[in-house]
């Protein structure tokens, strides 16, 4: 792969980008879409969970193959067909959606284009990418109890947050993708359900795309369909 030319198209797709005000619910009533992605050999094993009201209402799997190696900052380009390959397949199936949830980074990225980026614009949702370490140097730490935050920056710029989920438990690195602006991924990422540091839907994506990784069977499994390129619908060749 040449690295150079994703690192420049990141920036340029990083123009496309819009962060505004998002008219989030109450998190009695938020609705998110929440994705992870396991490996083994060579197949991309990812899970999907549609959270309303701080529960769980239906999980869904499946597998294709890996769209590109791991390259630190390139992430996007590995995990997001699989993430697009999935939501394409279940969207119809779904209420409205709030916000889709990654574990990853969105504009807090030395390139201002992370996984929840590229998904946000791939799907044309809000999207948001919450992450259990800052990819910007110097991260900042926020007050020790519950709903603190402190801004990520980029030079001068805040981009994301370091929220406090819980009191006295490390923070976790917020930052929107795209449809949702730097204040409202603090909002969002406090109104996700789970008393733990990682939002429960995040878990709960974890913890089926790891069985489906192992072998177990998946509830809720569905054919992915042919894989997305790694340069969705709206690259301009």
Do not use: N
Not at 20 to 47: K, T
Not at 66 to 94: H, I, K, Q, T
Not at 125 to 143: H, T
Not at 215 to 234: H, T, Y
């Amino acid at each position: 792969m040449d690295l150079e030319a994703l690192e420049r198209e990141q920036r340029a797709l990083a123009a496309r980008v819009r962060l505004e005000p998002a008219a989030l619910p109450s998190p009695a009533e938020l609705s998110v879409f929440a994705f992870d992605v396991h490996y083994r050999a060579g197949i991309a094993h990812v899970a999907g969970s549609l959270w309303q009201g701080g529960r769980e209402q239906v999980t869904y799997c499946g597998a294709c193959e890996v769209a590109a190696p791991y390259l630190p900052g390139l992430f996007c380009y590995r995990e997001g067909p699989a993430l697009l390959a999935l939501w394409r397949s279940v969207a119809e199936r779904l209420p409205a959606v709030d916000v889709l949830l990654v574990d990853g980074h969105g504009v807090a990225h030395p390139r201002r284009f992370g996984l929840a980026c590229w998904l946000g614009l791939a799907a044309e949702r809000p999207a948001l990418g919450v992450a259990k370490q800052s990819l910007l140097s110097d991260p900042p730490e926020p007050a020790p109890e519950r709903g603190a935050a402190a801004p990520v920056r980029l030079g001068a710029e805040p981009l994301g947050w370091a929220v406090r989920r819980r009191t006295g438990v490390k923070p976790v690195f917020a930052s929107p993708g795209h449809l949702l602006d730097v204040a409202g991924a603090r909002e969002a990422t406090l109104a996700l359900p789970g008393r733990c540091r990682v939002p429960d839907p995040l878990r709960r994506a974890d913890r089926a795309a790891r069985a489906r990784a192992s072998g177990a069977p998946s509830a809720g499994e569905v054919e992915l369909g042919r894989l997305p390129p790694a340069l969705p619908p709206w690259h301009d060749s």
